[in-house]
Nanobody, 127 residues
Framework: QVQLVESGGGLVQAGGSLRLSCAVS????????MGWFRQAPGKEREFIAAITWNGAATSYADSVKGRFAISRDNLRNTVYLQMNRLLPVDTAVYYC????????????????????WGQGTQVTVSS
């Protein structure tokens, strides 16, 4: 079955950087779009970034645009989220996700677009 495992979270000071990784197994990784989401305590899960199956296009939430970058390595079956200039409001559990359908034709930005999720990794940004 499809499995997603996030790593790279931790505690960082405001202004610092982290890189999250999400390793995917159980399918041909290069055929599927990927996304990153986050959920802070007491809040709904929100979209952060998405990347097409071939890496040709990306999209970002306004709150992270210019600070975060999504990328993928189809040889390593891994998607990354580089997070720079972190703020305390970025504190959340970060999740990667993928779709059941291959070769998406648009960038997918809602939780309802994704069918498989990782267990999440905690990111805490101190002020």
């Amino acid at each position: 079955q499809v499995q997603l495992v996030e790593s790279g979270g931790g505690l960082v000071q405001a202004g610092g950087s982290l890189r999250l990784s999400c390793a995917v197994s159980g399918r041909t990784f290069s055929n599927y779009d990927m996304g990153w989401f986050r959920q802070a305590p007491g809040k709904e899960r929100e979209f952060i970034a998405a990347i097409t199956w071939n890496g040709a296009a990306t999209s970002y939430a306004d709150s992270v645009k210019g600070r975060f970058a999504i990328s993928r390595d189809n040889l390593r079956n891994t998607v990354y989220l580089q997070m720079n200039r972190l703020l305390p409001v970025d504190t959340a559990v970060y999740y990667c996700a993928t779709r059941s359908g291959a070769y998406g034709v648009v960038l997918y930005e809602t939780i309802y677009d994704y069918d498989f999720w990782g267990q999440g990794t905690q990111v805490t940004v101190s002020s």
